[in-house]
């Protein structure tokens, strides 16, 4: 994050659907709608995230980072 900070990006790690709070107790605690999430609704979400954020950012996924562009 702090790369990214440093060469003027905002940067969000949102948690994925329907996975946020601590790990332990998502571990016991599985929101049962994941059985019913889609790769499109992911996408969506990713998105949403995307379009309604400040235009200068950093967007962390689990694997990925996107950068829609910088001035």
Do not use: C
């Amino acid at each position: 994050m702090k790369f990214y900070e440093a060469k003027g990006y905002k940067h969000y790690a949102p948690a994925y659907a329907y996975h946020e709070g601590k790990p332990t107790d998502l571990r016991y605690n599985i929101d049962q709608r994941l059985g019913q999430l889609s790769f499109g609704q992911v996408i969506d979400n990713y998105l949403f995230l995307l379009t309604n954020y400040p235009k200068k950012q950093s967007l962390e996924g689990t694997q990925w980072v996107i950068m829609p562009y910088k001035n």
